[in-house]
Each structure stands twice: as structure tokens, then as C-alpha cells.
């Protein structure tokens, strides 16, 4: 069956620009997160979604980023002014059920120039 | 606080060469532990899931286990195709689904 999908696969902006990554799940997939990979900073965690619900927005790294999910499908991740640092591998990963195995999609990579 | 600590970060292997990579953590309670491997600009690839000490998988060349502290990713007579960077992730209690993620090592396969 189809995997998680990720859009776009590639993102160059200019610093200070919005930009919206997205993410489609793998179908009836309840649970969806967000991660961050960076060069040599492994994989940092930035948000659950359980249904459209995201109870817990700690782990995002600052108020520039935000996330939400609609349809219990579909999530959109945002970064509004985007800075230098921003440059990452976004990824998307979507389970079952909250805390089941996570099934990862290919990522956005985001320069910000 | 929890964290993952991989072993090594990189590792040479001519091909049919078996080792071990290593994976030791500290978790409040531990939910489960997950293997993947990543492929370069890809995005990680489900291997293994283990839940409690003792507990042992196996896929192909690939033998993944685990203790109250630590995991082994065992490759036995590995391949070229067998090259990747492989990632340990733990899943605490807090109930979020959040995995910690280690460093990962970097596997090179020569033939």
C-alpha cells in the first residue's frame, strides 16, 4: 500500500519568507508526528498529532513554527520568517495508534538562504 | 532525562565480515525500542521493534536485541546492499509517541 507521502520533497526559500511543508499519512494512520533532522544533530522531535488533536506543542523550537492536521489526514507543517538555522530534513511519521510503530515519509529538505 | 548513545559512529565491514552496533539508553520506562535504517536522502525505514529485556528479532542478515540497557544490531555475512546509517530510537512512558532518536551509525559494507 501507499507509504507516508511528503510535499515538496525539496524547498529552497530566502530568509524571512513563510513557507508550508505537508504531509500525507499512510491511510487510517490515527496518530502523525513531525521530526527534524539536521547535519549531525540527529532526529529531534517537534509534534504529535492524535486525530486533529495536538495536545502537547513543547517540542517545536520556537513560536515561529506551527503544525495542524485536518480531516484527521493531512498535516501542514509552517515556519513563518524563516531563518538560516531552519535548514533541516523535515520528516513526517504516522502510526496506527498513538505510541504503535512509526512509518516514516521521505522528507521536505529546507535550505533558507 | 531520556537519551540514546550509539556505537559505533561509523563502521567499515568487508563484505561476509559479521559485527555488532550498539545502542545503550536511559528511559523513564521504557515502551519500546526501534531499529531503522536510513538511506542517504531517504527517510528512515522500519526494521525492529523490541519491548522487553530478553527479547530477540531477526530479518535476513540483521539480528536486533535487547537488555535493561542496551540493544545489539547484530549483521551476520553482510552485503554491499547492507550499507546505510542505522538508527535506535526509544519510546518512554510519557505516552506521546515521541521517540528519542541516537546518533546512528554509519555502516559501510566493501565487497
Known amino acids: 500500500g501507499a507509504g507516508v507521502s511528503q510535499s515538496p520533497s525539496n524547498k529552497v526559500t530566502e530568509k524571512g519568507k513563510d513557507v508550508e511543508l505537508r504531509c500525507d499519512p499512510i491511510?487510517?494512520?490515527?496518530?502523525l508526528y513531525w521530526y527534524r533532522q539536521s547535519l549531525g544533530q540527529g532526529l529531534e522531535f517537534l509534534i504529535y498529532?492524535?486525530?486533529?488533536?495536538?495536545?502537547?506543542k513543547s517540542g517545536l523550537p520556537s513560536d515561529r513554527f506551527s503544525a495542524e492536521r485536518t480531516g484527521g489526514s493531512v498535516s501542514t507543517l509552517t515556519i513563518q520568517r524563516t531563518q538560516q538555522e531552519d535548514s533541516a530534513v523535515y520528516l513526517c511519521?504516522?502510526?496506527?495508534?498513538?505510541?504503535?510503530?512509526?512509518?516514516f515519509g521521505p522528507g521536505t529538505r529546507l535550505t533558507v538562504l | 532525562e531520556d537519551q540514546v548513545t550509539q556505537s559505533p559512529e561509523a563502521l567499515r565491514l568487508q563484505e561476509g565480515e559479521s559485527s555488532s552496533l550498539n545502542c545503550s539508553y536511559t528511559?523513564?520506562?521504557?515502551?519500546?525500542l526501534f531499529w531503522y535504517r536510513q538511506d542517504p536522502g531517504k527517510g528512515p525505514e522500519f526494521l525492529f521493534t523490541?519491548?522487553?529485556a530478553g527479547e530477540e528479532k531477526e530479518k535476513e542478515r540483521l539480528k536486533a536485541t535487547l537488555t535493561k540497557k542496551e540493544s545489539f544490531l547484530h549483521i551476520t555475512a553482510p552485503k554491499p546492499e547492507d550499507s546505510a546509517t542505522y538508527l535506535c530510537?526509544?519510546?518512554?512512558?510519557?505516552?506521546?509517541?515521541?521517540?528519542?532518536f541516537g546518533q546512528g551509525t554509519t555502516l559501510q559494507v566493501k565487497p
Open positions: 511519521a504516522s502510526s496506527p495508534r498513538l505510541a504503535d510503530t512509526q512509518y
Open positions: 491511510s487510517g494512520h490515527t496518530a
Open positions: 498529532f492524535q486525530g486533529n488533536s495536538a495536545p502537547d
Open positions: 528511559v523513564s520506562g521504557l515502551r519500546g
Open positions: 523490541l519491548y522487553s
Open positions: 530510537a526509544v519510546q518512554g512512558s510519557s505516552n506521546t509517541g515521541k521517540l528519542i
